[in-house]
């Protein structure tokens, strides 16, 4: 198994980027990954004065797919996400729903440890694992690792965990797939600009698909649901992409009638959002995928 380590990171997932690593369809893959502030805080006597920060969010990358096309769409299946001992949490005024409380920015660097993150002598919270960026190069210009799009990248969405299987699109030849920004635990929304951020190392199997179920926007599928995700300026224009990308799918894909499909995810659709605090805000559609699987669809992966 190829390890793709440290050595290559990048901020902005773009074309130009030469990979550092190939391999064929289906094989597995390691991915190591800094935290979303290249470890420099993980010192215990590092602070916001004597550090002086590199650009944050760095994506471990870029890995060639061969043989992936524009048109086709890379399965990531997530088999294994490993944390670092330390994660940390940060508040300030740069970003977040109640930013204007915390004038000064602060952090906490909390223990992570057989599946609890430590926050203080009352609190320990479970570990839910998870990536927030991932992502392929965009078709046009280089888009930063702080901005989520069509391309993936930094969409914080919860769901993008073990056992779940992301799709993103390819733009470009051999895709190039770079990820980082790991979180041992975030609340969906994401609303005060952080998770317990983390350093990881991710274990994947990446495939391409090339059937009619492709799409050109990421999606999600775990052991019951099916999802789709949109990033836009507003949330409530990304909340009404990820539910129209869904109504598309379930028409198009699914051959379900128009009117069922609303029906259907009005009494069963989840919408949620994944983050308020990026560039762009990330929501997505849950679709429970019993009904999927009523209608004869199990997986995009399977024609
Ligand atoms: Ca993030
Ligand atoms: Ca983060």
Request: proline letters at 6%.
């Amino acid at each position: 198994m190829k390890t793709i380590t440290r050595d290559y990171i990048t901020n902005v997932l773009a074309k130009e980027n030469p990979p550092c690593a190939r391999i064929r369809a289906g094989e597995i893959v390691a991915f190591e990954t800094y935290d979303c502030f290249t470890n420099q805080f993980l010192p215990e006597e590092a602070t916001f004065e004597t550090v002086i920060r590199k650009p944050g969010n760095p994506a471990t990358g870029p890995l060639c797919i061969e043989g992936a096309m524009p048109g086709d769409m890379l399965k990531i299946d997530i088999l294994d996400i490993e944390m670092g001992p330390v994660g940390i949490v940060m508040l300030g005024p740069g970003s977040g729903s109640e930013k204007e409380e915390f004038p000064q920015k602060i952090l906490r660097r909390v223990l992570v440890k057989g599946g609890y993150a430590y926050f203080n002598e009352r609190v320990k919270i479970p570990v839910k694992p998870m990536i927030g960026v991932i992502g392929v190069a965009p078709a046009g210009e280089g888009v930063s690792t702080i901005t989520p799009m069509d391309h993936g990248g930094n969409m914080d969405c919860t769901q993008i965990k073990k056992g779940a299987s992301l799709y993103l699109p390819v733009f470009v030849e051999g895709a190039l797939l770079s990820m980082g920004d790991f979180h041992a635990v975030m609340g969906d929304g994401e609303v005060e600009d952080c998770g317990l951020e983390i350093e990881g190392r991710a274990t994947v199997r990446v495939s391409v698909v090339r059937n009619k179920n492709c799409v050109s926007y990421p999606m999600i599928e775990t052991e019951d649901k099916l999802i789709t995700l949109a990033s836009r300026e507003q949330v409530e224009e990304a909340w009404r992409a990820a539910t129209r990308q869904m109504y598309e799918f379930m028409k198009e894909k699914m051959g379900m009638d128009y009117e069922e499909a609303g029906m259907l995810l009005t009494m069963t659709g989840d919408l949620v959002i994944c983050q308020t605090v990026n560039p762009m805000k990330t929501v997505r559609m849950e679709l429970p995928r019993h009904i999927t699987q009523s209608y004869g669809f199990d997986s995009i992966s399977v024609e």
